[in-house]
């Protein structure tokens, strides 16, 4: 079945160390988004990609690096700048068009 | 910039109780309109959706529909079941050319059966 996923569901990041979270899809889309996810606080934009190798900054870049080699891979890198990474991470795609965007199962990233 | 705004608070229910959840929304232009579900530990999943005024999405029950004169895209099911205790966001498309979604904080909706 085509779809988005994520690894790990689960990530443990030590104090200056950079983590990365993968995203991956089979549903040849060209848009790809990260965003992140506090309690209360609803879905903020990361980072989001329209095509191969061309990404743009969202709301809230900061600490965070994202790269787009392939159409279907939209790594995120959550870098020591980042001081406050706790949070739970999520990657969708979507089509051309205004197309609904399509959610992987997330990532909860925490600080040992 | 666009904006969507939820109703305050999470929403307690009893089973078979009418649900409503109050979306409004600020823009520029004709956004499209969505509503998303979010079941616990998951990512988000399309409930349903419209593109233009007047429109009526509907899906599992649930049914909002796009009020231009109001800005508003309000969620209503008749008869909520236990299984529908989950997160709801509204979110609303850029019409930039961009295709970024704006979300609302989202409601905790809490059915006891």
């Known amino acids: 079945d085509g779809g988005i996923t994520q690894s790990p569901k689960y990530l443990f990041r030590k104090e200056g160390q950079n983590v990365t979270l993968s995203c991956e899809q089979n549903?040849?889309?060209?848009?790809m988004y990260w965003y992140r996810q506090d309690p209360g606080q609803g879905l903020r934009l990361i980072y989001y990609s329209q095509i191969v190798n061309d990404f743009q900054k969202g709301d809230i870049a900061e600490g965070y690096s994202v790269s787009r080699e392939k159409k279907e891979s939209f790594p995120l890198t959550v870098t020591s700048a980042q001081k406050n990474p706790t949070a739970f991470y999520l990657c969708?795609?979507?089509?051309?068009?205004?197309?609904?965007?399509?959610f992987g199962d997330g990532t909860r990233l925490s600080i040992l | 910039g666009d904006s969507v705004t939820q109703m305050e608070g999470p929403v307690t229910l009893s089973e078979e109780a009418f649900l409503t959840i109050n979306c409004t929304y600020t823009a520029t232009g004709y956004p499209s309109l969505f509503w998303y579900v979010q079941y616990p530990g998951e990512g988000l999943q399309l409930l349903l959706k419209a593109t233009k005024a007047d429109d009526k999405g509907s899906n599992k029950g649930f049914e909002a529909t796009y009020r231009k004169e109001t800005t508003s895209f309000h969620l209503e099911k008749g008869s909520v079941q236990v299984s529908d205790s989950a997160v709801y966001f509204c979110?609303?498309?850029?019409?930039?050319?961009?295709?970024?979604?704006?979300f609302g904080k989202g409601n905790q909706v809490v059915v006891i059966p």
């Open positions: 969708a795609s979507n089509g051309q068009g205004v197309q609904p965007q399509h």
């Open positions: 979110a609303l498309s850029d019409q930039n050319g961009n295709n970024r979604l704006a």
């Open positions: 549903l040849n889309h060209d848009a």
